[in-house]
């Protein structure tokens, strides 16, 4: 259900209970789940970029994968996941 259409009936059926509004399960499991799925599209983005910045510096400047981390300022734990990407 779009955002902006659940906050509609929400306050609709707000207004009709008199200011009262229900916490269903399946609301607080679908909000849940869009913000997972924004943190997950925006993690993926974020390696996406990492990984061609990594992989320009590697083939432009004459880096290596360490040296490109380190002008980057990725962290070990990254630099083990893009690794295996590389």
Avoid: P, W
């Avoid at 659940?6 to 609301?27: A, C």
């Avoid at 997950?40 to 990984?51: C, F, H, L, N, V």
């Amino acid at each position: 259900m779009d955002n902006s259409m659940y906050q509609n009936v929400n306050e609709r059926v707000g207004e009709y209970m008199g200011g009262k509004v229900l916490d269903i399960d399946i609301i607080k499991a679908h909000d849940e789940g869009v913000t997972e799925g924004e943190a997950r599209g925006e993690a993926r983005g974020e390696a996406k970029g990492d990984i061609s910045a990594i992989k320009n510096l590697m083939k432009n400047a004459e880096k290596t994968f360490e040296q490109a981390c380190e002008l980057l300022g990725i962290n070990k734990e990254k630099q083990n996941i893009y690794k295996n990407q590389i």
